[in-house]
């Protein structure tokens, strides 16, 4: 587990199977509420676990203080489908907060036949001519 909440601090989402998300979740939450103390003994709690101080410094000075209000469900899991060897349900657990805002996908524009019967005589009478 310790590798994996490693791996959620460094990257901020990680994929992994549905079991080992939801048993990662309880690690993840008690750290970052380490982080959220702040103070030096906390700090040291964190190392100890994590043994990486960079994560360390990641945890206390860019994620705890997002969650400065929040009281608990820091993580959040998404069902993501399963596995193609074994057939393993798998999820994606990334931290709460991190909504990307992405610029909204205009439809498709859909072809009709009459466009695309217009579109192949267009192409024979330049072949043609």
């Not at 702040?38 to 040291?44: C, K, N, Q, S, T």
């Amino acid at each position: 587990m310790r590798n994996m909440v490693l791996s959620l601090i460094r990257f901020g989402k990680i994929r992994t199977t549905d079991p080992k998300a939801k048993e990662l979740r309880r690690f993840a939450d008690r750290v970052v509420t380490l982080g959220k103390q702040g103070d030096l003994a906390a700090r040291r709690r964190a190392f100890a676990f994590l043994q990486s101080h960079t994560a360390v410094k990641k945890l206390f000075d860019e994620i705890a203080p997002r969650f400065k209000e929040r009281n608990g469900g820091y993580t959040r899991i998404i069902k993501w489908g399963h596995r193609r060897g074994d057939a393993a349900l798998l999820s994606i657990i990334e931290f709460t907060g991190n909504e990307e805002s992405a610029p909204a996908k205009k439809p498709k524009k859909r072809a009709t036949r009459r466009d695309a019967d217009a579109g192949a005589s267009q192409q024979r009478a330049a072949a043609a001519g």
